[in-house]
C-alpha cells in the first residue's frame, strides 16, 4: 500500500476508534472493552489462582475504581479524537497541495506541448518540481500527535492490567455458568430474562470465546466465536486488522473446537471457505488431531452443583414491586421473638423461621438506614482482597472461591464514634441469637461486584487450627445484609433446597454445629450466588464455641467430633 494511501487508512482507523471509545456503555462491556479484546488470552487467564494483590485496585467491586475507568476513558476519548485531529490537519493540508497541483496536471491533459510552450506553465512546473517537494516530502515525514501518544503512555500505568480483566471474564462466565445463559442472549444484553442496556462488540465475544476455549468448554467457545464473525460485518475489515483480530483467526479457532469435538468434517468445510486456508484445510485439521488443546484455566472454583445454580437462578430477580421473595419450608411462620434476652421483652424482633433442623432463621428491620450507611461508609475506605481460610496450608489465602472486598470491623483506623456503633452491633447479636461473644470480637464487612461469588462452603473448620484451639469451631453463622441487590446475590443452602434473597436491613442466623452433641452439621452447606447486577454488601459474624460452655450446654456425648485434638 502506498504511503499516503496508509496513512489516509490509518486515520480512517483512528476515526473510527475514537466514535467508538465516545459511546456509552454498561460497566460490564467497558470491563471487557478496556484491553480485552487487545490482550493475549495467555495474560492471566491460564490460571484461576488470584495472585496475592491485597491491596490492588479491585474494578470489579469497587464503584469509585470503576467511577475512574470511566473517566480514564473519556480522557483516552478526548486524547484520540485529538490525535485524529492532527491527522486531519496534516491530510488537508497535503489534500490542498495534491488538488493544487493536479488542476495544472488536468490543464494541460491532451495538449502538454502547446501547454508547456508557454512559460507561465513551464516555469511553474519546472519550480514546483525543485522547491516546493522539499517542504511537502518534510511534512510527510513529520510526525503527527507526540503530544497524545505521550499522554496515552503516561495513563497506561493506570489502566487495568491483565489480571483485572481476567477477574472481570471470571465474572461474566460465573453469571452465564450459573444461570445457563445463552451467548447470544448476553451479546445482545439479555441477563437471566432481563433486557440491560449495553451490548458485547466482536472483540468482547472473541475474547469470551477464547476464555471458554481454555476452559474446554468446545461448544460454548463455538458459540461465543461464531458471534463475533458476525458481529465483525457491522464495521470494515481493516478495523479489527487494526486492532489485532481477524475472521480468519476466529476461523482457525472455531475449526480447533471442532476437532476437538470430533467434528472434523465440518471443520474441514469451515477452513475451507477460507481463502487464507483453502487447500491446506485438511493438513491443519490433521494437525489439530495430532496436537489436541488442553485445558488451561484451572477450573476447580469454577463449577457448582445443578441444585445450587438451580436455587441461585430461581431466586435471582427480585418482584417488580421491590419486596423480596422467599423460598421457605411449608409449615414454619413469622413471629415476634421477645425472648431470646431481656431487652427483646422491650424491644422485639420480627423472626422468620425457615429451617428448625438445622436452625435458620431471618430477622427483618435490624438495621437503620443511618446505620447501613454508616457502616457503608467507615469500611469502603479500608476494603482489601478478602480471603478465605485454606485447609490445606490452615491459614486464609485470597481465592477465586469468593470474589469479594473485605474489612475487619473494628479497625484501628476508625473514629470513637464508628467504633461505639460495632459495638452496638455486636450486643444486638446476643440479642438476636441468645449466644456469647466473647473471642474474636472483629465483625467482617463485605462488598461483592457483578458476577462476585462464593462457593459452596462450610463455615466450621472442620481440622485443627490456632484459632480452633483458642477458640472452638464456629457454631453459628450472622449474616447482616446491608443492600437490595438489583439482580442476583441470594444466600442458597443447597442440602436444604433453601434460599434467601438479600433484603436490606436483614439478618440471616443458623447454627453449623448440632445443638446437643456439638457434632458439625454438613447439612449447613451454603454458598453466595453470583451478582448479576449491582453490588452486594454484607457483614458476617462467626460465634465461637467455647464462648458458649455456661450459655448452651451439650446434651449427649459428640458423635463423631474428636475433642482430643484440642488438648
Known amino acids: 500500500m502506498p504511503d499516503d494511501m496508509l496513512f489516509m487508512h490509518r486515520f480512517s482507523i483512528t476515526h473510527s476508534l475514537a466514535k467508538r471509545y465516545s459511546r456509552k456503555m454498561t460497566p460490564i462491556m467497558r470491563m471487557l472493552a478496556l484491553g480485552l479484546g487487545l490482550a493475549s488470552v495467555a495474560e492471566g487467564w491460564h490460571d484461576e489462582t488470584v495472585k496475592d494483590h491485597t491491596h490492588r485496585k479491585n474494578y470489579v467491586v469497587s464503584e469509585?475504581?470503576?467511577?475512574?475507568?470511566?473517566?480514564?476513558?473519556?480522557?483516552?476519548?478526548?486524547?484520540?479524537?485529538?490525535?485524529?485531529?492532527?491527522?486531519?490537519?496534516?491530510?488537508?493540508?497535503?489534500?490542498?497541495?495534491?488538488?493544487?497541483?493536479?488542476?495544472?496536471?488536468?490543464?494541460?491533459?491532451?495538449?502538454?506541448?502547446?501547454?508547456?510552450?508557454?512559460?507561465?506553465?513551464?516555469?511553474?512546473?519546472?519550480?514546483?518540481?525543485?522547491?516546493?517537494?522539499?517542504?511537502?516530502?518534510?511534512?510527510?515525514?513529520?510526525?503527527?500527535?507526540?503530544?497524545?501518544?505521550?499522554?496515552?503512555?503516561?495513563?497506561?500505568?493506570?489502566?487495568?492490567?491483565?489480571?483485572?480483566?481476567?477477574?472481570?471474564?471470571?465474572?461474566?462466565?460465573?453469571?452465564?455458568?450459573?444461570?445457563?445463559?445463552?451467548?447470544?442472549?448476553?451479546?445482545?444484553?439479555?441477563?437471566?430474562?432481563?433486557?440491560?442496556?449495553?451490548?458485547?462488540?466482536?472483540?468482547?465475544?472473541?475474547?469470551?470465546?477464547?476464555?471458554?476455549?481454555?476452559?474446554?468448554?468446545?461448544?460454548?467457545?463455538?458459540?461465543?466465536?461464531?458471534?463475533?464473525?458476525?458481529?465483525?460485518?457491522?464495521?470494515?475489515?481493516?478495523?479489527?486488522?487494526?486492532?489485532?483480530?481477524?475472521?480468519?483467526?476466529?476461523?482457525?479457532?472455531?475449526?480447533?473446537?471442532?476437532?476437538?469435538?470430533?467434528?472434523?468434517?465440518?471443520?474441514?468445510?469451515?477452513?475451507?471457505?477460507?481463502?487464507?486456508?483453502?487447500?491446506?484445510?485438511?493438513?491443519?485439521?490433521?494437525?489439530?488431531?495430532?496436537?489436541?488443546?488442553?485445558?488451561?484455566?484451572?477450573?476447580?472454583?469454577?463449577?457448582?452443583?445443578?441444585?445450587?445454580?438451580?436455587?441461585?437462578?430461581?431466586?435471582?430477580?427480585?418482584?417488580?414491586?421491590?419486596?423480596?421473595?422467599?423460598?421457605?419450608?411449608?409449615?414454619?411462620?413469622?413471629?415476634?421473638?421477645?425472648?431470646?434476652?431481656?431487652?427483646?421483652?422491650?424491644?422485639?424482633?420480627?423472626?422468620?423461621?425457615?429451617?428448625?433442623?438445622?436452625?435458620?432463621?431471618?430477622?427483618?428491620?435490624v438495621l437503620s438506614d443511618e446505620e447501613m450507611a454508616r457502616l457503608e461508609n467507615m469500611s469502603t475506605p479500608l476494603l482489601h482482597r478478602a480471603r478465605v481460610f485454606d485447609s490445606g496450608i490452615r491459614k486464609p489465602k485470597i481465592s477465586p472461591a469468593r470474589t469479594a472486598d473485605e474489612v475487619q470491623i473494628p479497625n484501628p483506623k476508625l473514629v470513637a464514634e464508628d467504633i461505639q456503633l460495632v459495638e452496638c452491633i455486636q450486643k444486638r447479636i446476643t440479642d438476636l441469637t441468645g449466644l456469647m461473644l466473647t473471642s474474636m470480637r472483629r465483625i467482617q464487612f463485605l462488598k461483592y461486584g457483578f458476577g462476585g461469588i462464593y462457593v459452596p462452603h462450610h463455615d466450621f473448620f472442620s481440622v485443627h487450627t490456632p484459632t480452633s484451639r483458642l477458640h472452638g469451631d464456629r457454631i453459628a453463622t450472622v449474616i447482616f445484609y446491608l443492600n437490595d441487590v438489583e439482580h442476583g446475590g441470594a444466600t442458597a443452602f443447597p442440602n436444604l433446597d433453601l434460599v434467601v434473597p438479600t433484603e436490606r436491613g436483614a439478618v440471616l442466623f443458623w447454627h453449623n454445629m448440632d445443638g446437643e452433641t456439638y457434632d458439625l452439621d454438613y447439612r449447613t452447606l451454603h454458598g453466595a450466588c453470583p451478582v448479576i447486577v449491582g453490588t452486594k454488601m454484607v457483614m458476617t459474624r462467626w460465634i465461637y464455641e467455647w464462648d458458649q460452655m455456661f450459655v448452651k450446654s451439650t446434651y449427649y456425648p459428640p458423635r463423631q467430633k474428636d475433642y482430643r485434638q484440642f488438648n
Open 64 to 365: 469509585q475504581s470503576r467511577l475512574q475507568l470511566v473517566e480514564q476513558d473519556l480522557e483516552l476519548a478526548a486524547n484520540l479524537n485529538a490525535y485524529a485531529e492532527q491527522l486531519q490537519k496534516k491530510i488537508s493540508v497535503l489534500r490542498r497541495v495534491a488538488e493544487n497541483w493536479r488542476r495544472a496536471l488536468d490543464e494541460a491533459k491532451g495538449r502538454e506541448e502547446e501547454y508547456l510552450s508557454n512559460p507561465l506553465h513551464s516555469f511553474p512546473l519546472i519550480r514546483t518540481l525543485h522547491e516546493d517537494w522539499g517542504p511537502v516530502e518534510r511534512l510527510m515525514q513529520q510526525l503527527v500527535g507526540q503530544e497524545q501518544i505521550a499522554a496515552l503512555e503516561l495513563m497506561r500505568e493506570h489502566l487495568p492490567g491483565a489480571e483485572d480483566v481476567a477477574e472481570a471474564m471470571w465474572g461474566i462466565f460465573r453469571i452465564v455458568h450459573t444461570h445457563n445463559l445463552e451467548p447470544k442472549d448476553v451479546a445482545e444484553g439479555v441477563l437471566d430474562g432481563i433486557q440491560y442496556r449495553g451490548r458485547l462488540s466482536a472483540l468482547d465475544c472473541q475474547a469470551l470465546g477464547k476464555f471458554y476455549f481454555h476452559v474446554a468448554d468446545y461448544q460454548t467457545a463455538i458459540k461465543w466465536l461464531t458471534l463475533s464473525q458476525d458481529l465483525m460485518e457491522e464495521q470494515p475489515l481493516e478495523y479489527y486488522d487494526e486492532l489485532g483480530a481477524t475472521s480468519s483467526g476466529i476461523t482457525l479457532l472455531l475449526s480447533r473446537c471442532l476437532v476437538a469435538l470430533d467434528r472434523f468434517d465440518e471443520a474441514k468445510i469451515l477452513l475451507g471457505g477460507d481463502k487464507t486456508f483453502g487447500d491446506k484445510a485438511y493438513h491443519i485439521v490433521s494437525h489439530f488431531q495430532k496436537h489436541p488443546p488442553q485445558q488451561s484455566i484451572n477450573m476447580e472454583n469454577g463449577n457448582f452443583t445443578e441444585k445450587f445454580n438451580r436455587l441461585c437462578s430461581s431466586m435471582s430477580r427480585r418482584k417488580t414491586d421491590g419486596s423480596a421473595a422467599h423460598s421457605k419450608p411449608a409449615r414454619l411462620h413469622c413471629r415476634y421473638n421477645a425472648t431470646t434476652t431481656a431487652f427483646l421483652r422491650l424491644a422485639p424482633l420480627r423472626m422468620e423461621e425457615l429451617s428448625l433442623d438445622p436452625y435458620i432463621v431471618l430477622y427483618h428491620s
